[in-house]
């Protein structure tokens, strides 16, 4: 085996393990940033796929925007716990 399919396999792995523990994790903060560990995660096999376009994409969208929403959603449902709290 070489070392870019060992990466390739090792990347894979990770992108399953991303998916799963985004389900399973109770923290939503962990939860975010696990999601856009994958996103980034994906973008590197979108490269790898010879699909540069894609990759771009996914890192605007999936990692950039989304992540910064989702961020942006968590901080402000809790600032609206501690007010009424």
């Keep these: ?8 396999i090792s990347l894979l792995i990770l992108l399953i393990v991303c998916a ?3 389900n399973v994790t109770r923290n939503l ?6 999601f856009m560990s994958y996103s980034s995660i994906m973008c590197i096999i979108w490269v790898l796929m010879e699909s ?5 994409t ?3 969208v999936g990692a950039g ?6 961020l942006m959603t968590l901080r402000k449902i ?8």
Excluded: N
């Design 1 to 8: 085996m070489t070392f870019t399919e060992v990466f390739k």
């Design 20 to 22: 799963v523990a985004v």
């Design 29 to 34: 903060l962990a939860s975010v940033i696990i």
């Design 52 to 56: 540069p376009d894609l990759a771009i």
């Design 58 to 60: 996914e890192a605007a």
């Design 65 to 70: 925007i989304s992540g910064t929403l989702f």
């Design 78 to 85: 809790r600032e609206e716990d501690a007010d009424e709290g």
